[in-house]
């Protein structure tokens, strides 16, 4: 089965060419995507630097710490239903992102050397995200987007086309785009949006930080550390300098300087010395920075959104230029690696959280703003005053550093995740196998069947990610369960009233009630059936791989509320049956007994799936729980078996159906790496109902509507 990553996402990606500085990239759908990448990593401030963290350091700092950041997010959205607060991701990417179903935080590629940076560039990371949650909204996000692409294009068919076009509908804009190579200029539709793109997510990233320093003063310090560490590390290159004259190098300088000045209110590194030689590259930011000003100054999204409209429309001129020599993809190829091309924004109705508006929301940042400067004063900084600012950030990277150094150490100390318990086990007779006569009866006493105990000691941690899809899951399982012991009773002569029955009210009768009814509580066990035939492979984007992790979120959700056991099984010819027991019934396993099992062990040989689910058939039975629950995770591919895959597929059939026959609940899901419909079908054919078959990502959804019918039947 083929991984599959959510379709779109505000996101920050890595350091660029020409775009030199970090930024944020939104792209509709309310996420963000952030990359930081350091090319000279030898000094900041003029310090020698220490060793950086390994992404294994960095993982472990993630486990340790989740739990405090997650909290965090809670009491930061706390004013969102609990449906709506997004799933914490923290992670070793190059990434970082939110959909508000999830918040991902990647720190791959962020340069680290301790705890307390660490601690420092995820609270940066986080809060961004949170805002953007708040604060960013569906409809006028995709106003600045499509509204500025199109007044570019009115602006481009005046300019090189006599008469202009008339702009009626959406398909004229595409068929200029289409038109305009003709006349000698190299433009596309995608690499407009792009461009479009950059000045709308830069103006916004540069409003929600401030709303956020407004609402959590102290999250300026945050800002200071991080985007000051960035704009020290990468100043304006010198060959961009030389070659500013250059329609394409110019335009890349002054959206360079639109992202600094809108997240942090100066100039780019070494753009001042620039300034004075180029008067007109000056001219040109005078005239946009007042916009620049009312945007992130904005109390709305909307509001921002107009501003980079207009941005848009006073850099149409420079794009025009910029295309005539060489296609505007070359100058935002790196810019947009990874923008995706599926413009969808989820649904969303909340009310954004707004800023102060006007002045106060245009605080400085560090030292004096070039955001407030007037011309005059603005040309004589740029001028004279390249080291005052230079010196102005690190002071105040300095004063930001001491003043969070007690808040990280305080949240550090109290914050860490408790060690985790040791592993127990209890013994009992229930734990024993039973009686498997009837199981051997039907192979005719042929099949040697063994199981065996695992032999590592499961102390490996989930992934971050594996985590929140589990945690995920974890919430809708326990509303399940909740939602069982009290049913509603409706049609009551008394009780509460219950809105979608007032009308027999008008037909003089009583029973528009409703009432709650506690029932007893829930008794049930799950035995979960892992494959580990060769088929399975081992690495990271193998059968296997997917497997556990499906079976890692299952354990995760499941284990407070029943008693689990799981089993890898396998076969090394079509008479010798093996089990592997991951975790027994009544076995407490600390760290995940599953992606323990993936993470320690490897595929076998091949596999018997009939006789193996006859096993687990018979373990269930002789259970005293109620409701059985027996989930197969496997490729569907039956292989020890005399007459081959053929009558493999008619065993497990059979065998499915007698574990059905005997009221046992059984949920196949299927895994597997290239989309083959044939297999497919025959899995389908194989268990008939209560398959599973889609993208990883995607189980949890489906196993939910099936547990329902479990926990209620």
Same mark, same amino acid.
């Given at each position: 089965m083929q991984k599959v990553h959510a379709p779109l996402k505000y996101t920050f990606f890595k350091r660029l060419q020409y775009f030199s500085l970090m930024r944020f990239w939104m792209v509709p759908t309310t996420h963000i995507l952030i990359v930081i990448r350091f090319q000279n990593m030898e000094k900041i401030g003029g310090k020698k630097m220490n060793e950086q963290w390994t992404r294994e350091e960095k993982e472990t700092w993630n486990q340790k710490y989740y739990q405090s950041l997650d909290m965090s997010l809670k009491i930061y959205l706390a004013k969102l239903p609990p449906n709506r607060i997004p799933v914490l991701e923290l992670e070793t990417d190059e990434n970082s992102w939110t959909n508000h179903a999830v918040i991902h935080i990647g720190t791959g590629d962020i340069f680290i050397r301790n705890e307390r940076e660490m601690m420092a560039w995820s609270t940066f990371l986080l809060g961004h995200e949170i805002q953007h949650v708040l604060s960013? +909204?569906?409809?006028?996000?995709? /106003?600045?987007? #499509?509204?500025?692409? $199109?007044?570019?294009?009115?602006?481009?068919?005046?300019?090189?086309?006599?008469?202009?076009?008339?702009?009626?509908?959406?398909?004229?804009? =595409?068929?200029?785009? &289409?038109?305009?190579?003709?006349?000698? *200029?190299?433009?596309?539709?995608?690499?407009?949006?792009? /461009?479009?793109?950059?000045?709308?997510?830069?103006? #916004?990233?540069? !409003?929600?930080?401030r709303i956020r320093c407004l609402k959590n003063p102290g999250y300026v310090n945050y800002i200071r550390l991080c985007r000051g560490q960035s704009w020290e590390e990468e100043p304006l290159p010198e060959k961009m300098k030389e070659k500013i004259d250059e329609p394409r190098v110019y335009l890349a300088v002054v959206l360079n300087q639109i992202l600094t000045l809108a997240t942090m209110s100066i100039? @780019?590194?070494?753009?001042?010395?620039?300034?004075?030689?180029?008067?007109?590259?000056?001219?040109?930011?005078?005239?946009?920075?007042?916009?620049? !000003?009312?945007?992130?100054?904005?109390?709305?999204? !909307?509001?921002?959104?107009?501003?980079?409209?207009?941005?848009?429309?006073?850099?149409?001129?420079?794009?025009? #230029?910029?295309?005539?020599?060489?296609?505007?993809?070359?100058?935002?190829?790196?810019?947009?690696? $990874?923008?995706?091309?599926? %413009?969808?924004?989820?649904?969303?109705?909340?009310?954004?959280? +707004?800023? #102060?508006?006007?002045?106060?929301?245009?605080?400085?940042?560090?030292?004096?703003?070039?955001?407030?400067?007037? $011309?005059?004063?603005? @040309?004589? @900084?740029?001028?004279?005053?390249? %080291?005052?600012?230079?010196?102005?950030?690190?002071?105040? &990277?300095? =004063?930001? =550093?001491?003043?969070?150094?007690?808040?990280?150490?305080?949240? &550090?100390? +109290?914050?860490? !995740?408790? $060690?985790?318990?040791?592993?127990?086990?209890?013994?009992? @007779?229930?734990?024993?196998?039973?009686?498997?006569?009837?199981?051997?009866?039907? *192979?005719?006493?042929?099949?040697?069947?063994?199981?065996k105990k695992r032999t590592y000691h499961p102390d490996q941690q989930m992934p971050v990610t594996l985590l929140a899809r589990a945690r995920n899951l974890k919430r809708k399982v326990e509303k399940i369960f909740k939602n069982r012991q009290g049913l509603s009773l409706r049609g009551q002569n008394k009780g509460k009233i219950d809105a979608a029955k007032v009308y027999k009210l008008a037909m003089n009768r009583m029973d528009f009630f409703k009432r709650t009814q506690r029932s007893e509580p829930f008794e049930g066990c799950v035995y979960l059936l892992l494959d580990n035939s060769g088929s399975m492979g081992n690495g990271r984007m193998s059968k296997r791989n997917y497997c556990c992790g499906a079976a890692a979120v299952i354990e995760y959700a499941f284990s407070e509320h029943v008693l689990l056991k799981e089993t890898a099984f396998t076969a090394y010819t079509d008479y010798m049956v093996e089990h592997t027991v991951i975790k027994d019934w009544h076995e407490h396993v600390s760290s995940n007994a599953a992606w323990n099992f993936y993470e320690k062990d490897s595929c076998a040989s091949c596999n018997k799936d009939g006789y193996s689910i006859r096993v687990a058939t018979k373990e269930l039975l002789a259970r005293v729980e109620k409701n059985k629950l027996l989930i197969v995770i496997s490729d569907g591919l039956p292989s020890a078996y005399p007459g081959g895959r053929e009558d493999g597929i008619e065993d497990v059939h059979a065998a499915v159906r007698e574990a059905r026959k005997a009221e046992i609940q059984v949920i196949a899901i299927y895994i597997q790496d290239d989309d083959n419909r044939k297999e497919a079908e025959e899995f389908r054919q194989m268990y008939e109902t209560n398959c599973i078959t889609t993208q990883p990502e995607q189980i949890e959804a489906e196993l939910v509507h099936i547990l329902k019918r479990f926990c209620f039947r």
């Open positions: 960013t +909204t569906e409809k006028s996000w995709e /106003f600045g987007l #499509e509204r500025g692409f $199109q007044k570019i294009c009115e602006i481009f068919s005046r300019q090189v086309e006599t008469p202009p076009r008339r702009f009626v509908k959406d398909a004229d804009y =595409d068929l200029f785009l &289409m038109e305009i190579p003709k006349e000698g *200029y190299h433009i596309s539709k995608s690499a407009l949006q792009k /461009f479009v793109h950059f000045i709308v997510n830069s103006l #916004e990233d540069g !409003r929600i930080e100039y @780019q590194r070494g753009f001042g010395t620039l300034a004075v030689e180029h008067i007109q590259i000056h001219r040109l930011l005078q005239k946009v920075i007042s916009h620049i !000003r009312k945007a992130v100054s904005a109390k709305t999204c !909307r509001a921002c959104m107009e501003e980079a409209v207009e941005i848009c429309g006073l850099l149409a001129s420079e794009i025009i #230029e910029a295309c005539k020599l060489t296609p505007l993809e070359e100058l935002l190829a790196q810019l947009n690696q $990874q923008f995706p091309q599926n %413009q969808s924004f989820p649904a969303d109705s909340r009310t954004e959280q +707004t800023g #102060e508006g006007g002045e106060s929301q245009l605080f400085s940042l560090f030292g004096n703003s070039d955001l407030t400067a007037n $011309q005059e004063q603005e @040309q004589t @900084q740029n001028a004279t005053a390249e %080291q005052v600012k230079e010196a102005e950030v690190h002071a105040a &990277m300095k =004063d930001a =550093d001491q003043a969070s150094r007690e808040e990280i150490g305080i949240f &550090m100390k +109290t914050g860490k !995740r408790e $060690q985790p318990a040791k592993d127990e086990v209890t013994s009992s @007779q229930e734990d024993v196998l039973p009686d498997l006569t009837s199981v051997q009866n039907t *192979y005719n006493g042929m099949v040697t069947f063994t199981e």
